[in-house]
């Protein structure tokens, strides 16, 4: 049969993390793979999905219900054509993780939570105990509901598809839940889980204003995303949206840079897959080091600045 994988969008543009979960749906060996577009006016986005490499076909699913991704709504829409999939694949975010355990429900199968590898069309490899052991999970299940962890896949190529774009009914509203509203953090710099340089600053900065005096410049001489580990948040120096670990965001850019992080197990589960890893910390036995490409024991506000000075 046919994997579908459920596409990340703003409408207008598809998200980076539809072209990983494309990957990780050709890896699954089980014939095409399709791309649902649940949404209002998203032909656009619709269109982009036709070209990505390796989409045999694009489903343009359109109606003003869709259009905040409400999850008892875009569920029902996948639910609409389930049945003609043996794979359905959403990306491990925000908006995948809430709708993919309803559909599993729906379909009383067993979700497959966070892969990170496809063995088989029926084995698949995911992080256990904060990413200190690999599940290997065989599931027998008709219908394989499953969300993908992007970092452990590489993006497919945006361009070089011509998929066949088929529009479908979009679902009515259910009635059970309704959009109020969204406050969004307003950033020139690239989005966290998307940015190919990260910045990341710990509890060891001090305080807010430490943290912004050290850190930003930094990350603007590099064109950087800022993150933080939990205890900087925790303690109001960074804001929540920055979190990177098990409980943020999972994140593998090629260069990640972790002042004053000390690498406790729930930060290192969000960020060890980035290609370079440089760690600055006063702590020669701080765990950070163990994954690090580059070590530097030394002082964060001495080393910071220099660093920004030598770029």
Known sequence: MTVLVIAEHDHATLKPATLNTVTAGIAC?????HVLVAGANAAEAGK???????????????????????????????????????????????????????????????????????DSADTFERPI?????????QSADPIKVITVRTTGFDAAAATGGSAAVENAEGVADSGKSSFVGREVTKSDRPELTAAKIIVSGGRALGSAEKFNEVMTPLADKLGAALGASRAAVDA???????????????VAPQLYIAA????????????????????????EEAPIFSVADYGLVADLFTAVPELVKAL
């Not at 060996?29 to 793979?33: A, T």
């Not at 105990?129 to 999970?137: D, K, L, P, R, S």
């Not at 109001?236 to 999972?250: C, S």
């Open 236 to 250: 109001g120096y960074a804001p929540n949206d920055w979190q990177v670990g098990q409980t943020g965001k999972i």
């Open 48 to 118: 982009a999905a036709s070209q990505v490499a390796g989409v045999a076909k694009v489903i343009v699913a359109d109606s003003p219900s869709l259009a905040e991704n409400l999850a008892e709504n875009v569920a029902a829409q996948v639910l609409a054509i389930a049945k003609n999939y043996s794979h359905i694949l959403f990306p491990a975010t925000a908006n995948g993780k809430n709708v993919a355990p309803r559909v599993a429900a729906k379909l009383d199968v067993a979700q497959i939570s966070d892969i990170t590898k496809v």
């Open 129 to 137: 105990y904060a990413g200190n052991a690999i599940a290997t999970v």
């Open 260 to 283: 004053g992080i000390s690498g406790a197990i729930q930060h290192l589960a969000g960020m060890k897959d980035s290609k370079v890893i440089v760690a600055i910390n006063k702590d």
């Open 29 to 33: 060996q089980s014939g095409d793979v």
